[in-house]
């Protein structure tokens, strides 16, 4: 008989949010100096700016339009599929680069704990970050063990949560937990009727309705009664 699963998110569990976030933010400061450099136009920049101070949180969900016009800008040349992948594919770079710097964004603790747990369970990860970008990523956190199914997300898909979980839950059927970071994959689980929990480990916002657990301890207590 196979183990039962429990699914995870990477970010903000096993790795601090800060990768993600200081990348997020050179990404549009490195194309930045790119449009200024080649003299284009850079209205993009300046709205995706004007929103990311005035709403962090609509930003969070729109962001992408911003991506998509100023690749336009920057590779007029490339078909849409193409941009979206150089884009993401520069984000990681950055991702990749700041984990390699600064060890001490490993979670080791909820780590060490997962491990644990593997004796009982099949760890999955389901994830938007794409498939070599996480190979890269679970490389330089010493994660590449941690997890016995992966479901990633395509380079040309644009960071939705859903319809990754879709692909893995056809692949391997509903988890028997999903423990989360993102509003996204709380809310899918919520809708489809899987348990799930949200991990806010660095106090970042309380979703309404939502298991909530805000350290390991905490979470523990909340594993232990599956």
Known sequence: MKKPIIATSLKG???????????????????????????LDNSAIKEWRQLFNSNPERERKEYFKYVDKIMKVLY????????????RE???DATI??????????????????????????LALITTNTPQALKNILKASNLEKMFDIIEAEEP?????????????????????LYIGT?????????????PCIYADLENQKEIEGVNSVHNLKELKEKIITL
């Open 13 to 39: 569990l096993f790795i601090k949010n800060s990768p993600w976030i200081d990348a997020h933010i050179l990404w549009y400061e490195e194309r930045e100096k790119e449009i200024k450099k080649n003299k």
């Open 76 to 87: 007029p040349n490339l078909s849409d599929m193409k941009r979206t992948e150089k884009a």
């Open 90 to 92: 520069l984000f990681f």
């Open 97 to 122: 680069k700041y984990i390699k710097q600064n060890s001490q964004v490993i979670n080791q603790p909820v780590v060490d704990y997962f491990l644990s747990l593997k004796k009982s369970y099949r």
């Open 156 to 176: 040309t898909q644009k960071d939705k949560k859903d319809i990754v979980f879709n692909i893995f839950i056809k692949n391997y059927g509903k988890p028997s």
């Open 182 to 194: 993102g509003e996204e994959g709380i809310i899918y689980c919520q809708k489809n009727n899987i």
